[in-house]
């Protein structure tokens, strides 16, 4: 049985002139089109059914990586994902835990 992760990337990406925003604009891009929701502005989540579509996602995150900046990724069980705490701000609908009823097939 798979294990449901969370991926999430925290990066900073210098944007002081056109390219450096454009490149940046494009790192964002791809992780919303990857699958990622935004947590907070430099920050984005994923969800994944287990490590090999983490491997999977790892693979592409990195063939899309800005040529300069930090970029971060953090990989964590949905059971430890689901233990933050947010202590100022809003709730949002992005950050409750992925529900996955399991169905058997004989």
Do not use: W
């Amino acid at each position: 049985m798979n294990k449901f992760m969370r991926m999430l990337v925290f990066f900073d990406i210098p944007v002081k002139t056109k390219r450096e925003r454009r490149i940046a604009t494009a790192f964002r891009n791809f992780l919303l089109k990857d699958g990622y929701h935004m947590v907070q502005y430099s920050v984005y989540a994923r969800v994944c059914n287990g490590m090999d579509a983490v491997q999977k996602h790892r693979s592409r995150l990195n063939t899309a990586l800005p040529e300069n900046g930090s970029v971060r990724l953090l990989v964590i069980t949905e059971k430890q994902y689901e233990t933050i705490e947010i202590l100022v701000g809003n709730y949002h609908e992005d950050d409750t835990p992925f529900v996955c009823e399991q169905i058997s097939i004989f």
